[in-house]
């Protein structure tokens, strides 16, 4: 990612400020951390690799920020509580979490094992709950107006073949948001779900993205079908979101699920009933015989993500659908 330097240190938007970017050795992680730092804030690198955590925290160091490494694997208690140390050891104070470490054990749900199971639960849900409450004990000790800033996926927003543990994390991810954003109100701490699209490790081996991520590594710009209908580009344009809302500018942002990725920003609803009906003395297995198809013709909702085909010039041979 480009690293402008900031106009001074004292007058960046968030001079003073402390971040903590779990998973943020490499790929979006790195881009959200990076750019934090770039607006003024400290960070706190997490990753499980020390090595490309030590890469990350001298990035940001050459670019002119301030960042240490916890290494660490998220997900228990433990790990959360030396994350939020971490930040006040090296920095004296916290006011921004960034949920985003993560792993994929994609499979269909017969194949799909336990293990496959609980690790993505682990490591997404488990380790944003912890990190979320250490932070947010931290904010409420402290009389901070943190940030929590947790990471989706369009998988939790809409389902995906081959993904139930990934697709059941994210979108508990996005329903722990909606109960924080009431929970942390009166804290002035607020929470939000990012649910980024972008070329990353994570990403860049599916077919369906190939020549936007082979454009993106001659270094020439992504096809603008990428980047619009798909809203797929590359991690620094998903971290302008996050250091947004890790800024005073979102103080009154909270509960919100944004999607962000290439040239497209999008505010997600969260679920409403789409039509309510009313029978006295309540619905029988007769009334809704009688009268439950008439009121889901037209109702029914679609699952799964609708993407638009790729244009002839931009498919490669193998490419099927988005896995
Ligand atoms: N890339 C996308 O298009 C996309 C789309 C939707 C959601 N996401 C989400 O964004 C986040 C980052 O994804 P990415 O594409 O940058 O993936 P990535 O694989 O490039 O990076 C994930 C990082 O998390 C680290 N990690 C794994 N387990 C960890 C643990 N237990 N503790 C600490 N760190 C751990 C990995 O070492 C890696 O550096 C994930 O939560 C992912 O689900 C990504």
């Given at each position: 990612m480009a690293q402008d330097s900031t106009a001074s240190p004292s007058t960046a938007p968030l001079a003073g400020k402390v971040a903590v970017v779990t998973g943020s050795g490499q790929g979006l992680g790195l881009a959200y951390a990076q750019e934090l730092a770039r607006q003024g804030a400290a960070v706190v690198i997490?990753?499980?690799?020390?090595?490309?955590?030590?890469?990350?925290?001298?990035?940001?160091?050459?670019?002119g920020g301030q960042a240490v490494a916890v290494v660490a694997p998220v997900g228990s208690t433990e790990t959360a509580t030396a994350l939020v140390q971490g930040a006040v050891e090296a920095f004296g104070r916290l006011d921004v979490l960034?949920?985003?470490?993560?792993?994929?054990?994609?499979?269909?749900?017969?194949k799909m094992t336990d293990e496959d199971f609980d690790l993505v639960i682990?490591?997404?849900?488990?380790?944003?709950?912890?990190?979320?409450?250490?932070?947010?004990?931290?904010?409420?000790?402290n009389g901070v107006a943190g940030r929590i800033?947790?990471?989706?996926?369009?998988?939790?927003?809409?389902?995906?073949?081959?993904?139930?543990?990934y697709a059941a994390a994210k979108a508990g991810i996005v329903g722990m948001v909606r109960t924080w954003a009431l929970e942390m109100k009166k804290a002035g701490v607020t929470a939000n779900a990012v649910i980024p699209v972008a070329a990353t490790a994570m990403t860049e081996t599916i077919p369906f993205f190939r020549s936007a991520v082979e454009a993106d590594r001659r270094g020439e710009p992504m096809p603008e079908f990428f980047r619009k209908d798909l809203g797929f580009g590359n991690a620094a344009d998903v971290a302008g979101l996050i250091a947004y809302l890790a800024s005073d500018d979102a103080a009154g942002i909270t509960g919100q699920a944004i999607g962000a990725g290439g040239d497209r920003l999008q505010v997600f609803s969260h679920p409403r009933p789409v039509v309510t009906e009313y029978r006295d003395g309540g619905w029988t297995?007769?009334?809704?015989?009688?009268?439950?198809?008439?009121?889901?013709?037209?109702?029914?909702?679609?699952?799964?993500?609708?993407l638009p085909p790729l244009p002839e010039e931009l498919r490669p041979e193998s490419a099927t659908q988005q896995s």
């Open positions: 997490n990753d499980v690799d020390q090595e490309i955590a030590d890469r990350a925290v001298a990035a940001i160091a050459a670019a960034v949920t985003n470490a993560g792993v994929l054990r994609d499979k269909s749900l017969l682990q490591v997404h849900l488990r380790g944003t709950f912890t990190c979320a409450r250490e932070a947010y004990r931290y904010f409420k000790d800033i947790t990471i989706g996926s369009p998988t939790g927003q809409y389902g995906n073949f081959g993904q139930t543990n297995f007769e009334a809704l015989r009688e009268q439950l198809p008439a009121i889901l013709e037209g109702n029914l909702q679609p699952v799964g993500e609708t």
